[in-house]
């Protein structure tokens, strides 16, 4: 007997779709399944004015296939800056939906991020006033501080710092990876929220270190030790409104992930639906995977929930392509490194 799983159509709360040919290459990869997703601005140069982030969203759109329903969920870039006004205005408008704070050299094309926390308090301010929120990469850019460490020493000296600063401002902590993480996101009310990734669900810092460098596993905030990836397991199958997924599907040429100095990211959006499903019912938790992928999300950025659904139907191994063609080369497809059994129906 065939088993299926029937949710509300799933969106993507973190999503990087670059611009030009990878933009093409990769839009049908997330419109094919995902209704909406929170783009990321780190293009190069970032999207920081409500003008470009109109301009990216039509390029996006003009780069999904025929008949495509897929709507691209805008942020802006804050940097050191960004004007108030010019964020309310965009936010007033309907176009943007968030606004992204990167640390300064935190992670891919992050230069012009925030150096500078009390640079930004005037915007973070008016975004707590109209209920805009702000989506955090949350790892210290601090050379002292042990790349596994940053994003719970982010938490302590610039998150909740913030949070105490500027009451009222709604966050979310991007792809958490940490237990610390998990526990602040769910312990922090109404305003605060936490994304996980398909990826951190499934790998540990082992599966990037041993037996050879595996560059395709290496992403930022880069996966931790064991105990981490369970605590995010757990916390992604509990339910609890304060997690949702953000993808953070990020592609990067091979030729640039296989290097010397390797991309940071992932490349999900092509199998992530089939991974989540196996993750889920591995953890006797499949009853809980709409939450995660189709309720939570929308519940937190206050949108309503999609009208259409999506059909998973449980068969023989799902194939998928090892790779997709992109901007010249190859852009590789993560490979979670056990079967997958549920498949998206068409
Ligand atoms: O792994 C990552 N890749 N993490 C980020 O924060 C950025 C992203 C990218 O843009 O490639
Ligand atoms: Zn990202």
């Known amino acids: 007997m065939t088993q299926s799983l029937t949710l509300r159509r ?7 779709l670059r611009d030009g040919e990878m933009l093409r290459a990769v839009a049908p990869e997330s419109a094919r399944h995902f209704a909406r997703a929170i783009i990321m601005p780190n293009l190069v140069p970032p999207v920081v004015t409500g003008a470009q982030a109109a ?14 329903r897929f709507e691209p969920l805008m942020t802006l ?4 800056d960004t004007d108030p006004a010019d964020v309310a205005a965009a936010h007033a408008s309907g176009l943007v939906k968030a606004v992204k704070l990167y640390p300064a050299g935190a992670t891919t094309n992050s230069a012009s991020g925030v150096s500078n926390f009390d640079k930004v308090r005037p915007v973070l301010e008016k975004m707590a006033e109209i209920g805009l929120p702000l989506c955090m990469h949350g790892e210290v850019t601090d050379p002292e501080i042990d790349i596994f460490d940053r994003e719970a020493v982010f938490i302590d000296r610039v998150l909740d710092p913030i949070r105490r600063a500027t009451p009222g401002l709604r966050v979310v902590m991007e792809h958490i990876t940490t237990a610390q993480g998990a526990q ?3 312990d922090g009310g109404e305003d605060l929220a936490a994304t996980i990734t398909t990826h951190h669900l499934v790998i540990n810092r082992n599966h990037i270190l041993v037996g050879g460098i595996k560059p395709h596993y290496y ?28 993808t953070d599907s990020a592609p990067h040429v091979d030729a640039l992930k296989e290097h010397a100095c390797g991309c940071a990211g992932c490349f999900t ?13 591995q953890d006797a938790a499949l009853d ?16 309503p929930v999609n009208d259409t659904t999506l059909t998973l139907t449980k068969g023989a191994p799902v194939v998928y392509p090892e790779k997709i063609d992109a901007a010249g080369d190859t852009v590789t497809v993560f490979d979670p490194g056990f079967p997958l059994h549920w498949t998206v129906a068409t």
Do not use: M, Q
Not at 10 to 16: E, G, R, S, V
Not at 55 to 68: K, T, V
Not at 269 to 281: C, G, H, K, Q, R
């Open 219 to 246: 992403c930022l905030p880069v996966a931790k030790r064991e105990e981490h990836r369970l605590a995010l397991r757990a916390a992604a199958t509990s339910g609890d409104p304060s997690y949702f997924l953000g």
């Open 269 to 281: 959006a092509t199998n992530t639906l089939s991974i989540l499903a196996e993750v889920f019912e």
């Open 184 to 186: 602040y996101a769910r």
């Open 55 to 68: 301009a990216y969203r039509d390029r996006i759109l003009a780069a999904l296939p025929d008949g495509a």
């Open 77 to 80: 870039y804050l940097t050191e």
């Open 288 to 303: 809980r995977l709409e939450a995660f992928t189709s309720l939570n999300g929308p519940a937190f950025y206050r949108l």
């Open 10 to 16: 799933p969106d993507d709360w973190h999503l990087h």
